[in-house]
């Protein structure tokens, strides 16, 4: 994944952008933009990358990014999606299109919302599928339709009652070309060797830096420590691989990279709260319900 700045394509005289994108793969690398973006998945499972959170995504996703996050959806191919059809309603704004509503009392949880977007929030729930479907009505209108739209949008997920913010609070950011360019090579070595052993000294030693200032430049630009973000991926690639590809526990485990299933088990009770049987039995639980 390659840490890039994106200019992102508006017609000339408009401040928002629409694009309803049927295709194989969602083909975005890993980058960042001034704009504001409203990501909703109509088709497609994989592994979304929102600042400093990684997590299983599929069907009826549904993000709202603050501008210059870093942020790119990997589609899966697998069982769950062997030809890796995607399908998603994309639509980025500029922060003058929203002018001065935010300060005016009507619009304050609009305002609070945008805020929150600077860490990625995820949304779920009747208010979300609502925005959905206001999102597919915004790409096929034209004039002031659109900007209504939007509005609307913005409204009921500022109103939804299931919201995540995704990034942590001590993520900032704050990336050049520079150091977006160091951040790729940390995190391209980390993809390819995932299921490996990993040696911190060694992806410091690519990027030509002491272990110990790699250590402190990797914390403050992805807002976790190297060892911590190289578990969070291996723990999203096992959520992936137990919930999409039915693989069992103990394969998950080891196929995402993990060398003992019981430090499998203990990082997941830490991370998720619970141990990973009764995690599947709540999201088996979840489906039947819904």
Not at 17 to 27: E, I, L, M, N, Y
Not at 89 to 99: A, H, S, T, Y
Request: with cysteine; hydrophobic share 40%.
């Amino acid at each position: 994944m390659r840490a890039s700045y994106e200019v992102v394509k508006i017609a000339e005289g408009s401040l928002l952008g629409c694009q309803h994108s049927p295709g194989r793969r969602f083909k975005s690398r890993w980058h960042f933009h001034p704009e504001f973006e409203i990501m909703f998945v109509e088709h497609s499972r994989g592994l979304r990358f929102v600042g400093s959170s990684v997590a299983p995504y599929r069907e009826g996703d549904l993000v709202l990014i603050g501008p210059n996050l870093p942020h790119v959806w990997v589609t899966s191919g697998g069982k769950s999606n062997p030809l890796g059809h995607a399908r998603a309603v994309l639509v980025q704004f500029r922060g003058e299109i929203i002018g001065a509503l935010p300060k005016m009392p009507e619009f304050s949880h609009v305002a609070a919302l945008l805020h929150r977007s600077r860490h990625g929030v995820q949304f779920a729930g009747p208010n979300a599928r609502k925005a959905a479907d206001h999102l597919l009505q915004l790409c096929r209108a034209t004039g002031a339709r659109r900007v209504l739209l939007l509005y609307t949008v913005l409204d009921l997920l500022a109103r939804s009652r299931r919201q995540t913010v995704l990034s942590d609070d001590g993520y900032v950011p704050q990336l050049n070309q520079s150091e977006a360019a160091r951040i790729n090579v940390a995190c391209s070595y980390v993809q390819a060797h995932l299921t490996e052993e990993i040696s911190q000294p060694a992806v410091a030693a690519l990027l030509r830096m002491h272990p110990t200032a790699f250590s402190s430049f990797f914390r403050k630009k992805v807002g976790r420590t190297f060892s911590a973000y190289v578990n969070q991926l291996r723990m999203a690639r096992a959520l992936h691989l137990m919930m999409e590809e039915k693989m069992n526990i103990s394969e998950a485990c080891f196929a995402s990279g993990f060398n003992s299933l019981s430090n499998f088990n203990s990082r997941f009770r830490a991370i998720k709260g619970m141990s990973p049987r009764s995690f599947l039995r709540q999201v088996a639980s979840d489906s039947d319900a819904a």
